[in-house]
């Protein structure tokens, strides 16, 4: 049963690239690697926390109450995620600004809420809510890798936001910087738009590919 939620939610369903869900992050915030894996982390803390506590209690909700009581767990989590990114990482809760608070109304989490934690035990619904925020995480990671390469000529810019002025050092310049390589159709919203929708061909690429060799090899075995 784990394996079976942790493949569905990274891959079968992947909130960015099978349900597109939660667009408005995804599009705006993955203009880096930092910062997309930053937001990425962060749903998937609230997703796992809710999905447990939504699951604790379902019993005890009435069906007329459930949206609204769902939604105030996962805007309380929400401000503490909030209060922590402001206390210890000022600089990349700046750089995030609204979209911290945002995942209180991100699609995915009240979906999961509903579709999954509503119904399951405590620790699926946990186990279900953070793996669906890593695959979540990964697209945006992969997505903000491929605009800040593109764009920048980087990766890691704004490392220092998450560990201190000396993770300066870890940013990798693949264009020398004394270059000022910059492409700004990458770093914009459209850049975004053209990344995302090459990942999802990808993807449906490779799950077209796996189901002819899922075929072939049940053809294969129906002949022996």
Known sequence: MSNEIIRNSIWKQNAGLVQILGMCPVLV???????????????????????????????????????????????????????????????????????????????????????????????????DGFFMGIGLTLVLAVLGGMRELVGKGTLLSGIDLVFGPKAQAWTIHIIPADMHYQFLLAILPPGAFIGLGLLIAVKTAMDKRLQAKAGLLANVAAIH
């Open 29 to 127: 915030v993955s203009s880096n690697i930092v910062n997309g894996v930053s937001l990425g982390l962060a749903t998937s803390l609230v997703m796992l926390v809710s999905g447990a506590a939504i699951a604790a209690i379902r019993q005890f909700v009435p069906n007329e109450l459930r949206s609204p009581i769902f939604i105030l767990i996962i805007a309380a989590l929400v401000t503490v995620v909030d209060l922590l990114f402001n206390s210890y990482a000022h600089g990349l809760y700046v750089v995030l600004g609204i979209f911290i608070p945002l995942i209180t109304t991100n699609c995915i989490v009240l979906a999961r809420a509903e579709a999954f934690a509503s119904k399951n035990s405590v620790w699926d619904s946990a186990l």
